[in-house]
T-cell receptor
């Protein structure tokens, strides 16, 4: 089982460029999440989805958009990248209820110059 | 929104010493989860506590959930170099999981 797969693993962007981070899970999980991790800040929730076709805002949603067109995929988009979005991005998934453990991907290290 | 405070932020111990990290919330929690992140890695689920006063053990790790379900602790007995990493608590209330900022553990051999 691959679990949760994130692509790409690394990316460098220029300010103003756009890009999409892809998260794919093969565990048939209902819930999927996007987090960003910055030094000393822990994991902060950007957006999440409780099922195919649904999305919801987390703690730090500004500057990001998401889509969940297929159950196994959760996309995170940056329309106009800013240096403040330099971070490590983690995708996670969990089974139906919110009390289930989250399974994380390996992360995407994104630098915006 | 819901917040969880985790202390200490950093802990340096000699191999063989004990280690404890604490997690506190101002609101009553449905459950609390603990995760470990090795340097350069991703968070990995360790355990979930649900019941008031619950205590669970995993080898040298002991997890506790407070009687009021507002605090939790993780204690490691006789640390080893393999315990190095950042330990996060994650609180479940009426919102998706909220992660503490983590405690980074360094073990000096």
């Amino acid at each position: 089982n691959a679990g949760v797969t994130q692509t790409p693993k690394f990316r460098v962007l220029k300010t103003g460029q756009s890009m999409t981070l892809l998260c794919a899970q093969d565990m048939n999980h209902e819930y999927m999440y996007w987090y960003r991790q910055d030094p000393g800040m822990g994991l902060r929730l950007i957006h999440y989805s409780v099922g195919e076709g649904t999305t919801a805002k987390g703690e730090v949603p500004d500057g990001y958009n998401v889509s969940r067109l297929k159950k196994q995929n959760f996309l995170l988009g940056l329309e106009s990248a800013a240096p403040s979005q330099t971070s490590v991005y983690f995708c996670a998934s969990s089974q139906g209820t919110r009390s289930q453990p989250q399974h994380f991907g390996d992360g995407t290290r994104l630098s915006i110059l | 929104g819901q917040q969880v405070m985790q202390i200490p932020q950093y802990q340096h111990v000699q191999e063989g010493e004990d280690f404890t990290t604490y997690c506190n919330s101002s609101t009553t929690l449905s459950n609390i989860q603990w995760y470990k992140q090795r340097p350069g890695g991703h968070p990995v689920f360790l355990i979930q506590l649900v019941k008031s006063g619950e205590v669970k053990k995993q080898k040298r790790l002991t997890f506790q959930f407070g009687e009021a379900k507002k605090n939790s602790s993780l204690h490691i007995t006789a640390t080893q170099t393999t315990d190095v990493g950042t330990y996060f608590c994650a609180a479940q209330g009426n919102t998706p999981l909220v992660f503490g900022k983590g405690t980074r553990l360094s073990v000096i051999a």
